[in-house]
């Protein structure tokens, strides 16, 4: 008789909702999936219960909801893939980072506590909280000025998005929040901690956004205290948990987890993975020298490599920090699907959205269409791709967009055009990056929305980085990332595998299709990519303080 399938269950918690996903761990068929959306959403002007008010650049969410909303996507996709709940034999976890939560010894969040509901530091906060860039500038400042060696892992700086500064922020604003947490801890590794009952840690979470390593640990507590005289033992006494590779068996599901979720205990659970970083293996790349690009408001790139180099301007090089045996690169770009949504709800011309409508075409697709009739170079236009500020190469988040070239027989379609050629050039800065540190890109993977529907941006990046570029065959592939990862923590003999590279060579199918870049538009594209760099270095690596004043004026 055949050996029945088993299924890995990946639940990829997103800012605004949880998607859980059940795959084959021997077919790789997803046999369901579902989305729930957090009921109160992303959390930036008042507290739950409306008399708390927020400051400035805050945003918090409830905890409560990644619970309630885990449960209902979790029995809505079993529901869905007409199987027994005993046939799940793994859980992965892969969370949007760093999105922080004090917490008491026994995992309760602050926030769900009567005395502390109604203090903004007890709560979530989420990636995109960023009232704590004050904190982040004066950990930045301070380490530059006594040489951390943890600061150049990081391009050499971090942001208000990164576990130190949101820590900070509560020792600074409301210390008896502070002292009341026994443990601060991310998100993803908090449900990890509710679903298997023991607290552990994630290298992936850990390396990225928690300036840890497995060698050099974490900041020295006389740095901690140069922030904050009370700072010095954050580490020893609120950050408990072995730190474990994602894809090692954290722990198992508890009973009464698994009454909760309709699925059977004692199922193994993996260590949990930034989102971003779970798409790795969801767009079938398990090895090293692969860039994978996850495009959608924003874009993240991955590289795995043997190798440990410094990179300027990366969000990190971790071991371990996506895939066990490989060293784990992150660099980014903060707004891409974002600046061609600005272009179209604010920038377009009415008789384009009329013509649009004219043909029964989403605006992108019209606009796409006439753009891809152009040749590289035609418009006469070059943009800057910092519409939302830049992360990599410069972290700076007073960056401003910019296009150079406008005239006026300058038309909507190639505007748009010159804001993906900008999208793509910067993603070639990363490539460029990577490769004057000796870590070579052979080739690129594209996932996420935007690179499954705009073929003409997708050959738009082929063309500018003179490499292939392959479209991951699932649209999901954070949350099949997560499955992949609970099929390794579950092992062969449960009915998972025991290495990622086995995992991802069943579970994730080849790539849709894959770009090849044109020799004529690539050598036009590195003439303009060449004007690009010198815009970039003079207002980013030279401190042009025109975008900076300009910013400046805003508040």
Known sequence: MARQESYALGLDFGTESVRALLAGTRSGRVAGEAVVNYPHGVITDRLPGGKTPLGRDWAVQHPDDYLRCMTRATKQAVKLARIRPDRVCGIGVSFTACTMLPTTADGTPLCMLPKFTGRPNAWVKLWKHHASQPQADKMNALAARRRQAWLKRYGGIISSEWFFPKALQALDEDPAVYRAADVFIEAGEWLVWQLTGRLTRSTCHGGYKQCWHPKAGYPKPAFLQGLHSDFANFVRDKLPGDRLAPGTRAGELTAAMARRLGLPAG??????????????????????????????????????SKTEKLVEGISGVVPDGILPGYFGYEAGQVAVGDIFAWYVDHACPAYVLREASRRRMDVHDYLS????????????LLALDWWNGNRTPFVDANLSGLIVGLTLASRPHEIYRALVEATAFGTMRIVELFDQAGLPTKSLVACGGIAQKNPMLVQIYADVTGRPISVAASPNASSL?????GAVAAGAKAGGHDTAAAAVGVMCQKPSATYRPSKKHYAIYRKLYTDYKRLSDHFGRYADPVMRNLRASET
């Open 267 to 304: 199922i193994g659970v993996s260590a949990s993975i930034i989102d971003a970083h779970a798409a790795v293996p969801g767009a079938a790349v398990a090895g090293p020298d692969v860039m994978v690009m996850v495009m959608g408001t924003s874009t993240c790139h991955m590289l795995m």
């Open 369 to 380: 269409s006439e753009a891809a009739r152009l040749r590289p170079g035609e418009s006469g």
């Open 481 to 485: 990332g997560a499955a992949v990862l």
